[in-house]
């Protein structure tokens, strides 16, 4: 994790009718116990706007969303000047293509998050729903219902949409965030975090369902971490330092969200033009995105390697592949040899695996070896083939002749997501507004007694 070094919007009153202060820069910052007292007050004050936000109706809710979804197109100039300080500050520092393609906003991509608002304000809310229910032989009445977490911080690096999107989120499924978003966003998620608040009071919703500890850099997010009985629920997103820092330091419970080390398996059977099609997508559309494919495995049977092998080539990816497929791409391929490491990482570029494999059996012990459980993809015209990869592949999300770019949120009718979850318990694969609540068990009764 890195340290902040642009302040986030100035801590605000408990009085929900204040107004939002603007970002102010701190003359000094304090440390050890004063930031652990600090974000202790952020997260107490989180805790209030968390039980308003739980009683909000679904109209009251969805006012809050389409007021955000206004306010980001309205102050978009503010917005994107802010990104343009961070943008330049990433090129000046050496910041990656693929990093700095995650921190950019564009106007269509600010269009894009009040759209994806838009949708969540039209999606059922999950808070209230039954899950299951019953009535006892001895008449009792039972329910188990669908109820906000409470307070979700989450601890994420160069991605001012996340921002939006886990506002949102936890908007609508009555929670309240804390965000800590990084030195990279700093100022962007400074002039995001402040149009949030804005539009929460204007529609009378508690300013402080949304706050950041940014200002506090370093140690405001191990406070965070520490933060038990205060924080609910913390969701780390980005890279596999962060989140295995964040796994590994954490006091409050966590749910830990995946690098992607993304498999395809090309099958004997594939059809090319489909073949061809599906990579160019996995792989180029967004190269710096977690659902990217970075590893392609192709069956020796196959014929059809040398089109998605030139395909590939002439959109920029370099092939890391090993001896088998290099002899047998065409002269006018070039490639470099795979080593070990290549197995193992997570490249968000234009960067992809290449292993030959000579059977389905083959291919799952490849990625039962190497993936981090997010997504994992066969091309196939056989059936069997398909069921058995389905049912073998043990990730957060098995397709089968699709684009690994579709493990999202937004494609996969959810709204937006917090996260992809590669772990098992509660929430698995894109989280979106179901999977930021818990349930609560109800039951009525009209004076039984236990014998």
């Keep these: 994790m890195t340290e902040a070094l642009i302040p986030q919007a100035a801590e605000r009153s408990t009085d929900p009718g204040q107004a939002t202060p603007m970002p102010e820069v701190e003359t000094a910052r304090p440390s050890g116990a004063d930031v652990e007292a600090a974000v202790h007050a952020i997260a107490d004050r989180s805790r209030q706007a968390a039980r308003r936000m739980a009683s909000a109706n679904r109209a009251w809710k969805d006012r809050g969303l389409r007021a955000i979804a206004a306010a980001l197109l309205e102050r978009q100039s503010q917005i994107l000047a802010a990104n343009t300080q961070d943008v330049a500050a990433g090129k000046a520092n050496g910041t990656s293509a693929a990093l700095l393609d995650r921190l950019t906003l564009t106007g269509a991509r600010i269009q894009g998050l009040a759209d994806a608002l838009e949708n969540l304000a039209n999606l059922p809310d999950p808070v209230g729903n039954v899950v299951r229910g019953q009535t006892l032989p001895n008449g009792l009445r039972l329910r188990q219902i669908n109820v906000p977490l409470g307070v979700v911080a989450a601890i994420y690096e160069a991605r001012p949409n996340v921002t939006v999107d886990i506002a949102g989120l936890g908007l609508k499924s009555g929670n309240a965030v804390i965000l800590r978003g990084g030195t990279a966003a700093a100022a962007t998620n400074t002039a995001l975090v402040t149009v949030l608040r804005d539009a929460l009071e204007s529609v009378g919703l508690p300013a402080d369902a949304v706050q950041s500890v940014d200002q506090y850099g370093r140690e405001g997010a191990n406070a965070l971490m520490r933060a038990r009985g205060r924080v609910d629920v913390l969701i780390p997103r980005g890279g596999r330092e962060l989140i295995q820092s964040v796994v590994a330091n954490a006091q409050v419970p966590v749910i830990e969200t995946g690098e992607g080390n993304v498999h395809i398996f090309l099958d004997a059977s594939a059809n090319e033009e489909m073949a061809v099609g599906i990579l160019l997508n996995a792989k180029t559309q967004r190269p710096s995105v977690c659902n990217t494919v970075e590893t392609l495995l192709v069956h020796s049977a196959s014929t059809v390697l040398p089109a998605v092998a030139a395909a590939l080539r002439a959109a920029g990816v370099t092939l890391h592949a090993d001896e088998r497929i290099r002899a ?27 292993a030959m494999v000579d059977s389905l059996d083959d291919a799952v012990k490849h990625i039962r070896t190497w993936s981090t459980g997010h997504t994992e993809a066969i091309l196939t015209n056989d059936l069997g083939n398909a069921e058995r990869f389905i049912a073998e592949v043990d990730s957060a999300a098995v397709i089968v002749n699709a684009s690994t770019r579709f493990t999202d949120g937004g494609e996969l009718g959810l709204g937006a997501e917090v996260g992809i979850s590669t772990q098992k318990l509660h929430a698995r694969g894109p989280m979106g507004l179901t999977e930021l609540t818990t349930t609560k068990w109800i039951v009525q009764g009209e004076g039984q007694i236990r014998s």
């Design 328 to 354: 047998a791409l065409p002269a006018t391929v070039d490639s470099v040899p795979a080593t070990e490491e290549d197995w193992a990482t997570e490249y968000m570029d234009l960067d992809l695996a290449v």
